[in-house]
């Protein structure tokens, strides 16, 4: 398997506009993570989906942020509109629960909104 | 909600070794995790250590946990320029399968 595949590895945009980060987990897992992460606040979690289901969302910083998961090898978040302040790397992450849990990351999307 | 922490930074000499502190809140976690992060890459499982050991080693890593004192520690023998990185420790605890992260501890090492 190639891991988990993010896309795109960057994106710049200008306040105000969308942006739609993609993430296609490992095959077979069924856990889905959103990261996001800044040198002012470390790694947080965003969101977490278990078999396509959101779980826990309670990381979502706003109304602004949304993310999907239509089946078991992709999901997008979806950033509208986007402000500076959401400049950081976002990493999504997989998982196949069950005993010891090893997150398997993504090589992260560097947004920065200008 | 549950806390993992950790100091920021660490510098080293080549050579020497490395000791990355971790204290942890969530008395019913049953499983610690180091993870690496290399510069633009994501993070990457290093090692783990199931609740009811207290110690593992591999290779020239070394991860202590005393539980009584909710404190992990990875101790990296002969610290190579190569293991510059960020070390995050996690936690997953019983009916949960989120990893609660630290913040990070960024490992430099020079000559």
């Known amino acids: 398997d190639a891991g988990v595949i993010q896309s795109p590895r960057h994106e710049v945009t200008e306040m105000g506009q969308e942006v739609t980060l993609r993430c296609k987990p490992i095959?077979?897992?069924?856990?889905l993570f959103w990261y996001r992460q800044t040198m002012m606040r470390g790694l947080e979690l965003l969101i977490y989906?278990?078999?396509?289901?959101?779980?826990?969302d309670s990381g979502m910083p706003e109304d602004r942020f949304s993310a999907k998961m239509p089946n078991a090898s992709f999901s997008t978040l979806k950033i509208q509109p986007s402000e500076p302040r959401d400049s950081a790397v976002y990493f999504c992450?997989?998982?196949?629960?069950?005993?010891?849990?090893?997150?398997?990351f993504g090589q992260g999307t560097r947004l920065t909104v200008v | 909600g549950e806390d993992v922490e950790q100091s920021l930074f660490l510098s080293v000499r080549e050579g020497d070794s490395s000791v990355i502190n971790c204290t942890y809140t969530?008395?019913?976690?049953?499983?610690l995790y180091w993870y690496k992060q290399e510069p633009g890459a994501g993070l990457q499982l290093l090692t783990y250590i199931f609740s009811n050991m207290d110690m593992k080693q591999d290779q020239r890593l070394t991860v202590l946990l005393n539980k009584k004192d909710k404190h992990l520690s990875l101790r990296i023998a002969d610290t190579q320029t190569g293991d510059s990185a960020i070390y995050f420790c996690?936690?997953?605890?019983?009916?949960?399968?989120?990893?609660?992260f630290g913040r990070g501890t960024s490992l430099i090492v020079h000559p």
């Open positions: 095959s077979g897992h069924n856990s």
């Open positions: 969530d008395s019913s976690s049953t499983y």
């Open positions: 996690a936690e997953t605890s019983i009916g949960s399968y989120i990893p609660t």
């Open positions: 992450a997989s998982s196949q629960q069950g005993g010891h849990t090893e997150a398997f």
């Open positions: 989906f278990n078999n396509n289901v959101p779980i826990d």
